[in-house]
């Protein structure tokens, strides 16, 4: 049953019972105070060369995940 959804909610149920009903949210909590990056749209400087002029980290990470294209590539058949 390891690794399954019965086996999961079972694993939690117990988690629950033996921690408490805010089991998770406590976990949670603990990762979030630990945590020094400020998350993914963290209002932090960026000093890449990639935008002109001060812009932050969020904008920077968005204009390269923008230029990805998400179209298929050629695929090159060899002389087979």
């Keep these: 049953?390891?690794?399954t959804k019965e086996g999961g909610m079972k694993?939690?149920?117990k988690n629950k019972e033996l921690h408490g009903e805010d089991f998770?949210?406590?976990i949670g909590a603990k990762g979030g105070r630990n945590g020094t990056s400020?998350?993914?749209a963290a209002k932090t400087e960026c000093n890449c060369n990639d935008l002109v002029g001060s812009h932050h980290k969020a904008m920077c990470a968005g204009k390269k995940g923008g230029q990805i294209s998400r179209r298929p590539k050629d695929i090159k058949v060899?002389?087979?």
């Design 78 to 80: 060899g002389d087979a």
């Design 11 to 13: 694993a939690a149920a």
């Design 24 to 26: 998770y949210a406590k």
């Design 38 to 40: 400020g998350g993914f």
């Design 1 to 3: 049953m390891a690794g």
